[in-house]
């Protein structure tokens, strides 16, 4: 094998690699866009702002940890 042919796989591997970060990054934004969405149309129609405490907040925490350790446990096969 070549230095270019090398040179080639290494470039293919890496492009894999940004696209998936590409596509995580846009998933979360458009999920985070549509939570934030979420709270202002539940805070109009209570006519409140929304109110995030500290009890909610670990919560929250809690929840995407699971979320992420679900996510990074699918490629394992179990």
Known sequence: ?????NVEVVEAQENW????LLIGGLIGLLTGLGAAYMLIQRAE???TRPRLGAGEG????VWVFGLL???A?????K
């Open 1 to 5: 094998m070549s230095v270019e042919e």
């Open 17 to 20: 690699k940004m696209k998936i």
């Open 45 to 47: 129609q209570q006519d």
């Open 58 to 61: 670990v919560k929250l925490g």
């Open 69 to 71: 350790r679900q996510v």
């Open 73 to 77: 446990s699918l490629g394992e096969g």
